[in-house]
Structure formats: structure tokens, C-alpha cells
């Protein structure tokens, strides 16, 4: 038990996360401990991760395996230096990594978030461009509704209004494609949207607005998660991937949500056959328990970083943390856990019931839209005229007080519980979230 209470008795000090601050410390919701598919409340209630935290609890919480690599290797080695010093973790942990990466993408380079490792993958685009003689190549193209974590590199490629208003003018240089979300043509789609394939062609537009020979790379979420789960139109990611091999522009996968597992393969490249130059993880990589993220890039990029001389730095970056000796036990043994107990097919053989209990909630008050792909789904709502936001977050903590978590963003609730999640859950989660929306005002 924690030495500490549960509530403590002054909540000013930090300033909270992504959260309204003002409303929660009027009105707390503390969770206090958790195991596999539960949380606890601080008021002693069992609540249903519907969310796996956020995005990363993806083998449940609180398994055995890993919190006892983690115990483990504090008394071992419990920091060692990143730069020009080595652990064999780190290594083996890479090893395991790419072993479960698509074909050729065979170097991992870790960061502690994904922010991190979004920011990473942008530089090492850049660079990768510059190593190659193509020096004029760096802009980038992100895309609208994207996110892509917090730093600047991140929210300049991203599409989100809310960092435009906020934090000045971010990186020059970027420009970005359309979103795919279509709802006039797309709603109720179960699985990939049918319409959209041809918002991949605006690629082009773009690059015949500032010639090819200026841009480094493309960076996507395959499905974009934190805007409200986007689902790739039908044919959109290949036709991506066609235009970025044409015009020789990398093509980044964001997919610190959608990697381990959540479609039901390791990586959503996997699950849609198109296969990126780079990919953006983290989240899952240690079951959400420690912080890491990674890089995956493709052999012919690193290839090209080794080619200078032999004692000279060949990319100028790293975090302190990269590969941390705790974070990479802890992800080697969370990469364990998701194969000995089949997590990443689960999501896959849970797909169908999941994608029908979703889809049961449509004729639900104020349900204007279900989407769902692998274990992740979203039940966007009619906003309150002028008041936007406010009825999802209602539901929100109305569903946190009948016992379930879930998320809100914008007025779309998005579910994407741990792989370990059985059909009996599954109807919890659902039941829970139709009790909230029949009471919804
Ligand atoms: C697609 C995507 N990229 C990047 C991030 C940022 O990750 P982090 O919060 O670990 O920095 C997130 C977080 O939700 C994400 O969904």
C-alpha cells in the first residue's frame, strides 16, 4: 500500500496534463491501483480500462513478467550512459525489436515518448536526405487532424487547431495533406472506409506546388487515434506509399498507437501491407509501464548514416534516457509477454464481436457516428450547439462514475482496451457506455 493518501490534501502544486485542471480539483478522480483489465478508484471501485491507460497498457496491467525484469534490473545496472557507451539490453532489446518489424527495417534508434520519436524520425528524414546529396529536400508533409505528440516538430506536422492558436507559427516549411474523415459519405462504416482514396492524390497537388526536390518526407498516422480514430480510406495508404516511392520521399508511420498489436498484427503496416521508410513508436513498447520509445527505420537509411569515417559521430542526436537499462528490460519483457499470450493476433480474433458490440450502441441519443478497425473504436456524438466538447465529456465522467474508463476528444468517445480484454468485457464496456448515452442530455 502507498505511504501516501490517496487524496492529498493540496492538488495546486502540479499542474496537470492535457486536463482541465480547475474542474478536476474541484471534483478528483484518483485511481490508485490496477490489475490486468481493472483500476482501482480511491473510493475502492473496480473501473474498466477501456482505454489501456492511453494506448499503451496494451497486455493489461500490473503482469508479473515485467515488473519483475524491471525489479530486477534496477539492482543490476540501473543507469548507464547513452553516448559512446553501451549496455547489453539496449542491444538485445533492438534485436528482439526487428524481429517483429516489416522486412528491411532493421535499426532501431530509442527516444522516451513518442513525441520523441516523432521528432527523431523528422531529423533523421532531413538528414537522411542531406547524406544522400539531396540537400534542398526539407520540407515536410504532415496531415490535417494529425497528431503526433507535443514538441514542435510534432504539432507543426500535425493538423490540430488548438496548437496553431496556442504556440505561434511553429516549423516553416511544412504543409499538409487533406484529413480523410468523410462523414456524409462514410458513416457507420464498419472497418476501412469505402470513400476517400482519392484525398491521397492531393499529395500531388502538393508536390507540384513546391517541386519534389524540397521535400524530405511524409509523415501519417495509419490510423489516426488522438483526433478521434480516422480510418484509412480503402486503397489510401498505397497510394501514399506509391507517390513517396515515385517522387523519393520517405514515408513515415506514425504508429505510436498502432503498434503492438492494437490491429491485430504487430505493426498497422502489417495489417494494411504497406510498408513505411520509418516508424514512430513507443506506448506499447513497454506495456505503458516505463517510458521508452523507438525509431525503426529501413537498412538503406542507416546504411547511408555509416559511410563517413569511422570515429566521427554520424547522427547528432540522442536523449539521456535513449535505451535506458530499466526501459529496455521492461520493453524485453513486455515484447515476451505479448508473444507467449498470442496479443498480437488477439486483436484480430476479438475484431468481429468487437466491431458488432460497437455498432449495437447506433440508435443511441445523440450518436452520429461508430467506427471501429482492430481493438479501437469511436462513437462520436451530435455536439451541444455552442457548447462543443461538452457532451462527450460529460459521458466521460458519467462513465467513470458507473465504473468504465474511456476517452473523449473533441465529441467522439474513443475505446481502445488492453488485448487481453475478453467478449464478457467487451459487453461491459459497451453496456457501460449505453447506460451513459441513454442518460445523456
Ligand atoms: C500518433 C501519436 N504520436 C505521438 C504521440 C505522442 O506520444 P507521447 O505522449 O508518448 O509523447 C501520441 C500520443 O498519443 C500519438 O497518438
Redo the contacts with the bound molecule.
Keep these: 500500500m502507498s505511504t501516501y493518501s490517496a487524496i492529498p490534501n493540496d492538488l495546486e502544486a502540479f499542474w496537470m496534463p492535457f486536463t482541465a485542471n480547475q474542474q478536476f480539483k474541484s471534483n478528483p478522480r484518483m485511481l490508485v491501483s490496477a490489475e490486468n483489465m481493472y483500476y482501482k478508484s480511491q473510493d475502492g471501485r473496480d473501473i474498466l480500462d477501456g482505454t489501456a491507460g492511453?494506448?499503451c497498457v496494451n497486455a493489461g496491467h500490473k503482469r508479473e513478467k515485467i515488473v519483475s525484469a524491471i525489479q530486477a534490473q534496477v539492482e543490476e545496472l540501473d543507469y548507464a550512459p547513452a553516448f559512446q557507451m553501451g549496455h547489453p539490453k539496449a542491444f538485445a532489446l533492438a534485436n528482439k525489436l526487428v524481429e517483429i518489424t516489416p522486412e528491411d527495417m532493421n535499426h532501431v534508434f530509442f527516444t522516451n515518448?513518442?513525441?520523441?520519436?516523432?521528432e527523431t524520425a523528422l531529423k533523421i528524414a532531413i538528414a537522411y536526405q542531406r547524406m544522400r546529396g539531396q540537400v534542398s529536400r526539407t520540407r515536410l508533409i504532415g496531415r490535417e487532424r494529425g497528431?503526433?505528440?507535443?514538441n514542435f516538430g510534432?504539432i507543426s506536422v500535425g493538423g490540430i487547431v488548438n496548437n496553431r492558436k496556442m504556440f505561434g507559427t511553429l516549423l516553416s516549411g511544412v504543409d499538409h495533406l487533406p484529413h480523410t474523415h468523410l462523414p456524409d459519405l462514410n458513416s457507420f462504416s464498419k472497418g476501412q472506409p469505402e470513400h476517400g482514396l482519392e484525398l491521397a492524390n492531393d499529395l500531388e497537388r502538393i508536390i507540384k506546388l513546391h517541386d519534389a526536390s524540397t521535400i524530405a518526407a511524409v509523415i501519417v498516422?495509419p490510423v489516426?487515434?488522438?483526433t478521434g480514430v480516422l480510418i484509412p480510406p480503402v486503397g489510401y495508404l498505397e497510394r501514399l506509399r506509391d507517390l513517396c516511392d515515385h517522387y523519393e520521399i520517405l514515408l513515415i508511420f506514425?504508429?505510436?498507437?498502432t503498434g503492438f498489436g492494437r490491429l491485430g498484427t504487430p505493426f498497422a503496416a502489417d495489417y494494411f501491407g504497406v510498408v513505411p521508410d520509418i516508424i514512430?513508436a513507443?506506448?506499447g513498447l513497454t506495456n505503458g509501464i516505463i517510458?521508452m520509445?523507438a525509431v525503426i527505420v529501413k537498412d538503406e537509411i542507416y546504411s547511408q548514416f555509416m559511410t563517413g569515417p569511422k570515429d566521427t559521430i554520424e547522427l547528432f542526436h540522442g536523449y539521456t534516457y535513449s535505451g535506458n537499462p530499466v526501459a529496455a528490460a521492461a520493453a524485453i519483457a513486455t515484447l515476451e509477454v505479448y508473444e507467449e499470450d498470442g496479443l498480437f493476433s488477439r486483436a484480430s480474433e476479438l475484431a468481429a464481436y468487437w466491431q458488432e458490440a460497437l455498432h449495437s450502441l447506433a440508435d443511441y441519443p445523440f450518436v452520429i457516428d461508430i467506427r471501429n478497425i482492430g481493438l479501437i473504436g469511436a462513437i462520436e456524438l451530435e455536439p451541444i450547439q455552442g457548447h462543443p466538447t461538452k457532451r462527450a465529456f460529460s459521458a466521460f465522467l458519467r462513465a467513470f462514475e458507473r465504473g468504465c474508463l474511456i476517452r473523449t476528444t473533441g465529441d467522439i468517445i474513443a475505446i481502445s482496451p488492453p488485448l487481453i480484454i475478453k467478449k464478457t468485457q467487451i459487453d461491459e464496456l459497451v453496456g457501460c457506455i449505453g447506460d451513459v448515452l441513454s442518460e445523456l442530455e
Excluded at 515518448?113 to 516523432?118: C, F, H, K, P, Q
Excluded at 497528431?147 to 507535443?150: D, I, L, M, N, Q
Design positions: 492511453l494506448w515518448s513518442g513525441s520523441e520519436s516523432v497528431y503526433h505528440g507535443v510534432g498516422e489516426s487515434g488522438s506514425d504508429e505510436v498507437i514512430c513507443a506506448k517510458p520509445g
